[in-house]
């Protein structure tokens, strides 16, 4: 026991391999988790960018539909808002173009599987990050490689860096941007600016940073110079952000500001109650789910540090309250079943870096050192069950992919009576006529016109009936009258009823 107590000592000691260590850690559980070219949900959108951004050779953002010979009107294209606008006779799917350029190249070198390697690569700049910050705010090295630990499971890190999306590449650019601004240097402001002034392109609300970081280094520091600069460095991604989203969508904002403005909800009441679901009145909520992070609010009082790290610590505590503040009244989107806040995930890997500050004094003693264990496994368990039933559920959509492709490949339109359906296409959308019809009307009025273009086998697909109830569709397969119904095969399984159909 007191040998492998030895080797762990060295091997915490020695920070650099700690580093890299937690970082393969990261690979090996991409490895475990890989469900297979399944995306769905916002990943599906963001797949669909990426390859029709490299199928179009880097030429158009538009969306790419492979009916618009038969609906040049795209009345039935199986997306709708705010997943996909049209605008002047072209779709656009809702995410920035910025996550497009950086996806694409992943896409166009693995597929599918490349938009997992983003996420995962985020994550290992974001314990890179964490390693060089605690050195910054003065951790030795053992205490370095058990921050790395600390931030594997304290929040959810492997859940966020395991999907496909942009939350670990943001988040790393935050913290980046925490780095820069905190070494109060010139080549660190301009790096402050510039790091904010990309996250601006991924995730809109993140230019919070670009004023929260100037702002608290003036208070607390009473310098200009370098928030100056820092801002002056972040103005060419305002510039870049604008100009950028009048060209592609005729709109400053973009599309992300179209949803912004338009599901902002009415009054300051409603967004309170959001602020106390974000915080603590729901299951994801930061006190519920990541309760160690709350320790970083002690890191303001911390007795013994230097001045020189405590104003450093001071300085990212003001910018993540702020943030975890503002965000929640500000971005009209309900958070959604992932784990934690994920709007709040950007200042999660420095919270964590605060907590561990603010737990420095108080994690030797006896009665304290058990409770932080038990809530940091707490996290880490509560983490891995939500990851494995997302891992589940990929799977299932994986399957469900499998089988949908497989069984309408004879068919010459397959018609989705509900948009929830569309998680099974995204794999394979650009093999096949896909419509969405979910009404009676436009169920009968898409057959005609695919009578009238001389097609005639048709699949349509609808939830089972146990979904249809729970989620309020029309519980009817097909809509009266059934003068085109045929014999038909049910061919689903247990999300889905697919039946294949001859139009008369």
Sequence with gaps: MGRIQAVLNALLQRDKLFLILTQGTLLLALFWYYPGNAPSGDAGYKYLQAEDLVRSGFSTFDCHYPSRDLDSGLTYIPFLEPFLYKINSSCYYVFPYALALINAPFFWLAGGAGLYLVSALGGMAILFLLHRLGALTGLLPRERSLLLLFSLGAYGFYNYSLGQNEYTLSAALATLAIYGMIRADLQGALLCGAATAINLQLRPETGLLALLLPAGFFLLRREVRLPVLALLAFLPGVIIFWLGN????????????????????????????????????????????????????????????????????????????????????????????????????????????????????????????????????????????????????????????????????????????????????????????????????????????????????????????LFRKLYGLDERFLPAPLDYETGSRDLGNDLFELRLYTLP
């Design 246 to 465: 009048e060209m592609i969508f005729s709109n400053s904002m973009g599309l992300r500001g179209i949803v912004f403005m338009d599901y902002q909800p009415p009054g300051i009441l409603d967004r309170l109650h959001r602020l106390g679901e974000y915080w603590f009145a729901r299951r994801t909520s930061l006190l519920l789910q990541t309760p160690l992070l709350l320790a970083g609010l002690l890191v303001w009082w911390q007795a013994g540090k230097t001045r020189d790290t405590l104003w450093r610590l001071r300085l990212m505590f003001l910018c993540c309250l702020g943030y975890m503040i503002a965000i929640p009244l500000a971005v009209p989107n309900n958070p959604g079943p992932q784990f934690g806040e994920r709007f709040l995930f950007n200042i999660f890997p420095a919270l964590g870096l605060l907590a561990w500050h603010g737990m420095q004094k108080v994690r030797s003693r006896q009665l304290v050192k058990p409770l932080i264990l038990v809530l940091w496994l707490y996290t880490m368990v509560t983490a891995f069950i939500q990851l494995r039933e997302a891992r589940r559920m990929d799977r299932e959509v994986y399957a469900s992919s499998k089988l949908l492709r497989r069984e309408t490949q004879k068919a010459e339109a397959v018609i989705l009576r509900t948009h929830i359906l569309a998680n099974a296409i995204f794999a394979h959308y650009r093999e096949n006529r896909y419509f969405l019809a979910m009404s009676p009307e436009r169920f009968s009025d898409l057959t005609q016109l695919l009578r009238e273009r001389g097609i005639k086998t048709i699949a349509v697909v609808h939830s089972k009936e």
